[in-house]
């Protein structure tokens, strides 16, 4: 239970806090990531077949796509459809067979223009890297344990080197720009070859398989991993030309389980951060320069969240007022019913009540219902449920919208479909009346209009993170990367104006909670609050009340920083007070009457403790 500071001379409101555990989050692992050629972004897919992309300049999530069933992405490649004299980019694609094929995507178009195929070689291709530079050098690596050097313009084999058994992979390669190929393969080596001759310069040992290499800029940094997840960073010697002088310098673990992607960002090595991720499912970024010096850090700690909805239902004689929420995670959406409160408003003495003591439960969480989309189609991408809570919308890319209906006020709830639509081929707008089931009752000809268009501020990196209107539908709330709340005059689309603090700068601290994930008005139109959700934490706004003091004592004690847990020490009912979640993870906190709160969590020790175990435990002292 939370208080709010009430207007003067008023006694402070009270908010129950609904802390809802029992949504189910399956975060699956990181496989692969790809760079885009400018550096802005990066594309990394998981093994629920979901795409990411990630802004490089604030590390906010700036797009996610759905996966399907048994959807899982091994490898990604992001190429330059930028005009080039020397024509379009190459993409390699090895297969199980033991060839190598070249495709050419086409500018503005969608799919692959095949172009031609390396002979077939034995074993299967498992890894494949261009020259950074010549764009007809290719290598590939295969299970036979085999490392093959090709000239991508004849398709001729130039270059064959034996890198172990006959039953040893090749999983992982790159290309450095002086022509040096580094391999990492099942018997946990790291081997540099000199491409001219086919011999080998160094080896390195790891405690297991080898799954993914990647090079820094200018290719004098090599970082790898896999199996065994310790992050071994490999540098050429200063002061030598010679390219066999590479020496270990570093390894770290910032992951618990195997690590199967590594991917480098920036054009310019003082500038690049090594990202990582594998089966823990958390993707974590370190500095390249300053890899020796300092700890990764987490770019969420909530990954693959589910998308979550709610409502509030009006309470009945038989059952009384609750909270709905909907959870879409993968191809499964469930509906739950929230526990119903004893309010402290309604008790005749609130004298001994105090923040975040315990309510009774005038009933207990209920599931509703659960819904199992087609194994044949991909993921919803997204699902809504109606204010009263007794409808629910999703829709994927195949089959457009799907609605059902849930039964209310019953011991045997169960989900009911009502109609199942499709999605209309001109991109339009078609409102279904639910009354009729399948009649359209009206559909949108004029198209979209751009009404206004919102001016972000100077203080942010231009990266909506999270929107919202407020109940009147007369002011709009934008949260940007990394930590900035902007509140705007929908009317004039100009930030607004008629309250005391239009646009308020959020205590620095805020942006060590993590990127803003969500913003909830409050229902009552007659105040301007919003509640601000990130993964580690809460804040609550209002914009009719006094500005955030900046605490100048609190950052020149701890030297501008401070620990994702840290508990900020703030009074009851402040202005922008925070409220960090030791140890849990903030998957979704929005209003669901104006007395009522929900904040969906869950304890990433217990989601952690559902991966499968790492196949390599690093043992403590060796």
């Keep these: ?79 330059n459809t930028a005009s080039d004299t020397s024509g379009p980019p190459l993409i390699a694609v090895g297969t199980d067979d033991g060839s190598t094929r070249l495709f050419a995507p086409e500018r503005g178009a969608p799919g692959l223009q095949y172009v031609r195929s390396m002979p077939r070689v034995e074993g299967r291709v498992l890894a494949a890297a261009w020259h950074p530079v010549s764009t007809n050098l290719l290598v590939t690596g295969t299970s036979a344990g085999a490392l093959h050097v090709w000239d ?21 390669l790159v290309v450095l720009p002086d022509g040096t190929i580094v391999s990492g393969d099942s018997s946990g080596n790291v081997i ?16 297991a398989d080898v799954l993914a290499i990647v090079a820094a800029p200018g290719g004098n940094a090599v970082f790898a991993s896999g199996v065994d997840p310790r992050i071994c960073l490999y540098q050429r010697q200063s002061g030598s030309e010679a390219a066999s002088t590479w020496q270990l310098m570093e390894g770290k673990r910032p992951h618990t389980h ?55 239902c009006s309470g009945t004689a038989a059952s009384p007022a609750c909270g709905r929420i909907l959870a879409l995670h993968h191809s499964r959406l469930d509906v739950w019913a929230s526990g119903a409160a004893a309010h402290p408003q309604d008790q005749p003495d609130q004298a001994g009540t105090v923040e975040g003591m315990s309510l009774d439960l005038a009933s207990l969480p209920q599931h509703l219902a659960a819904i199992f989309c087609s194994s ?36 045997d709830c169960a989900g009911s479909l009502v109609r199942r639509g499709d999605s209309s081929g001109d991109g339009g707008l078609v409102i279904v009346e639910l009354a009729q089931p399948g009649q359209v009752a009206h559909t949108f000809t004029e198209g ?73 008005f409050h229902p009552d139109p007659k105040v301007c609050r919003v509640l601000v959700s990130t993964s580690q934490g809460l804040c609550h706004i209002d914009f009719e009340g006094p500005a955030a003091p900046t605490d100048a004592k ?32 903030c998957l979704a906190c929005a ?29 403590y002292g060796t």
């Excluded at 991508?152 to 992982?172: F, L, N, P, S, Y």
């Excluded at 847990?565 to 140890?583: D, H, I, K, S, Y």
Aim: hydrophobic share 40%; with cysteine.
């Design 554 to 585: 609190t950052s020149r004690r701890h030297g501008g920083k401070l620990g994702a847990n840290a508990q900020v020490q703030q009074a009851a009912g402040r202005n922008f007070r925070l409220l960090p979640l030791a140890g849990d993870c």
């Design 448 to 520: 979209a209009a751009q009404s206004a268009r919102f001016p972000l501020t100077e203080s942010n990196h231009g990266v909506v993170t999270a929107a919202a209107f407020a109940p009147g539908g007369d002011l709009l709330a934008v949260a940007s990367a990394p930590a900035a709340v902007q509140l705007y005059d929908v009317t004039h689309g100009l930030p607004a104006v008629t309250v005391q603090h239009s646009c308020p700068s959020l205590p620095p601290q805020m942006g060590l909670l993590g990127g803003i994930g969500s913003l909830a």
């Design 376 to 411: 044949t189609r991909p993921h919803p991408h997204t699902a809504a449920i109606s204010p009263d809570g007794t409808l629910l919308a999703w829709a994927d890319s195949s089959e457009g919208l799907s609605l059902a209906s849930i039964c209310l006020g019953s011991d």
């Design 258 to 312: 195997d690590v199967r992607m590594l991917a480098v960002v920036g054009r310019h090595e003082a500038e690049a951060v090594l990202l990582s991720g594998g089966n823990d499912a958390r993707l974590q970024r370190t500095s390249v320069p300053n890899f020796q010096r300092e700890h990764s850090q987490l770019l969420t700690s909530c990954p693959e969240p589910p998308l979550l909805a709610s409502a509030w």
């Design 192 to 207: 540099f070859w000199d491409a001219r001759f086919g011999t080998r310069l160094c080896s390195f040992a790891h405690d």
């Design 591 to 619: 209003f669901l009457s104006p007395r009522d709160v929900l904040l969906v969590e869950r304890e990433w020790s217990g989601i952690a403790a559902a991966f499968p175990p790492p196949v390599y435990r690093h043992r």
């Design 1 to 79: 239970m939370g208080q709010k500071r009430g207007r003067a001379g008023q006694e402070p409101q009270w908010a129950a806090m609904h802390r809802a555990q029992f949504v189910d989050w399956r975060p699956t692992a990181a496989t692969a990531a790809a760079v885009s050629a400018d550096g802005t972004a990066v594309a990394v897919a998981r093994e629920s077949g979901r795409i990411e992309v990630w802004n490089t300049d604030s590390w906010a999530l700036l797009s996610a796509s759905s996966g399907s069933r048994d959807s899982s992405i091994s490898c990604l490649a992001w190429p």
């Design 152 to 172: 991508a313009g004849t398709g001729q084999e130039m270059q064959r080197i034996i890198a172990g058994e006959r039953d040893t992979c090749v999983w992982a």
